[in-house]
């Protein structure tokens, strides 16, 4: 993750539903037809991990835990250089949304194909292998 400053940051929150994994996506705030990671300005004070819960929690109304980093995110917005950390977190509950974004928790087939972006899909990517790779049964709750 070689960018030292970050503007943003956000994540992929998982769940376990039915014995299944399913994954956060929600639609863009400048454009509804894009999917994407819930991201967004890393405020004054604070840290990338307060960030990425505060900015999915506004977003969706789903609060997280971080399990780990997974990369970052590089791309324009409005003219200016955005560079996002992107965590992978683990659902913990949910409430009223800030925003009034569409979200929705999909299978991983369905989650990439609805992502918009390459680099989001990229980065779900590395999230599902590094819940295959650690067979972590610890990091979600029971179905």
């Not at 509804?32 to 604070?46: A, N, Q, S, T, Y």
């Not at 835990?65 to 970052?72: F, Q, R, S």
């Not at 599902?128 to 790779?133: D, I, K, P, R, T």
Request: charged letters at 25%; hydrophobic letters at 35%; one cysteine or more.
């Amino acid at each position: 993750m070689g960018i030292k400053q970050y503007t943003h940051a956000g994540g992929i929150v998982i769940r376990r539903q039915r014995g299944e994994i399913y994954y956060l996506v929600v639609q863009a705030k400048p454009n509804p037809d894009h999917w994407v990671i819930p991201k967004g300005h890393i405020e004054p004070g604070e840290t990338p991990e307060e960030a990425a819960r505060r900015e999915i929690r506004e977003e969706t109304g789903v609060a997280a835990d971080i399990i780990a980093p997974l990369g970052d995110l590089r791309f324009q917005h409005g003219g200016a250089r955005v560079a996002a950390l992107i965590y992978l977190l683990a659902y913990r509950g949910e409430g009223q949304p800030a925003e009034k974004r569409q979200c929705r928790w999909e299978p991983f087939a369905t989650a990439r194909e609805l992502l918009t972006f390459a680099n989001n899909r990229t980065l779900l990517d590395r999230a599902q292998q590094f819940l295959q790779q650690r067979s972590r049964p610890d990091v979600l709750p029971p179905s």
